[in-house]
């Protein structure tokens, strides 16, 4: 029998996977077991479903069964962590792991969501120190990049959101573990408030995601004239109307794909005990838009 990246299985091939529920539309078999094709590595990399209440038993299993690594999507990233022997700093300050590394008695956590942003990021020459950064969102994602940004000495961070509450709440949880007042929170439809000057500007709402791909959080080109650099965490499609007004408006803009790659990469990294070069992300880069027709 032959695994997804061509090699035989046999005796002494390892396991990871990805648990979810749902998990049926993952890509991270395909960055995985392309990785391993890549590096000759006798690892096969497969989606796990895991039901409503099934969590505990799924990672206890997976350590009895010897499981190298696993990762960890919706809905489980917050509750996995009471199953864990342990957790990386980052990760268990935002209270999402996605990763898990096997270390003496069961698992350790990581975040590589937030690593990948920031490895994806450098790898664009984007670097978030003394920056001045506009948030749009406060759901998970946002929160776990409002987290990011402090950390990376961001100078400051303004979470806009249609629910000001939840910009509140994230701006003030923020402030309160970074010990500083990093982060404002402001209603979208305020945008035109924001001090003017030029930003880089993270897209972490789910508008624009595909089919929807001529919808976006703000419209207002006076409001692009301020962003030097746009990220999107969307990467379908391939070109946001967000990273499309960017443009317009003289600034460079990115999509989510490459955060995507590097999450899988700082897990392939953190089981493997390898180094991923530039030159072997792009090979997977280019296989995942292949593969995902971008
Ligand atoms: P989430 O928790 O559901 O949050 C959704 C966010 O979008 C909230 O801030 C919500 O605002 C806002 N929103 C939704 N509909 C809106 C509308 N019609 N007008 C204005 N704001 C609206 O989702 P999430 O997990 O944070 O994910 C956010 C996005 O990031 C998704 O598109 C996801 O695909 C992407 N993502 C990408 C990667 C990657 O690897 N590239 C990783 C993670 C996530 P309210 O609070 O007002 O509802």
């Given amino acids: 029998m032959r695994k997804g990246n061509g090699r035989m299985i046999d005796g002494q091939t ?56 696993m990762n960890v999507t919706v809905p489980y990233k917050g509750e996995v962590i009471k199953y864990l022997t342990d957790a990386d700093p980052l ?33 664009e020459g984007i670097s978030m120190e003394g920056e ?37 709440a994230v ?17 979208l439809s305020d945008h035109a408030k924001l001090p003017d000057r030029r930003y880089l500007a993270i897209q972490a709402t789910s508008v624009g995601l ?16 301020k962003v030097h650099t746009g990220y999107d965490l969307i990467y379908k499609p391939f070109n946001t109307r967000f990273m499309k007004l960017v443009r317009q408006a003289g600034g460079r803009a990115y999509n989510g794909l490459k955060m995507l790659i590097y999450q899988g990469i700082d897990a392939y990294e953190l089981w493997n005990d390898v180094k991923i070069s530039t030159d072997d992300a792009d090979y997977v880069f280019d296989v995942v838009k292949r593969e995902m027709g971008l």
């Fill in 14 to 69: 390892r396991t990871c996977g990805v648990i979810g529920n749902p998990i049926k539309h993952t890509i991270s078999p395909l960055i995985h077991n392309t990785l391993a094709g890549r590096f000759g590595h006798n690892l096969v990399y497969v989606p796990f479903a895991v039901e409503d209440g099934g969590l505990e038993a799924a990672i206890k299993g997976a350590y009895a069964l010897d499981i190298l690594g």
């Fill in 171 to 187: 701006s003030a949880e923020i402030n309160e573990a970074f010990g500083r007042e990093v982060s404002l929170p402001l209603l």
């Fill in 210 to 225: 595909e089919p929807h791909d001529e919808e976006v959080v703000i419209e207002d080109e006076a409001f692009y004239k």
């Fill in 91 to 123: 990760a268990a300050r935002i209270g999402a792991v996605n990763t898990l590394v096997r270390a003496g008695g069961g698992y350790k956590g990581f975040n590589t969501d937030m690593s990948g942003l920031k490895r994806a990021m450098s790898s």
């Fill in 132 to 168: 001045e950064i506009i948030l749009l969102g406060a759901g998970g994602a946002a929160r776990a990049v409002a987290y990011l940004c402090a950390e990376q000495k961001a100078r400051k961070v303004y979470i806009l959101n249609r629910t000001i509450e939840k910009a509140q």
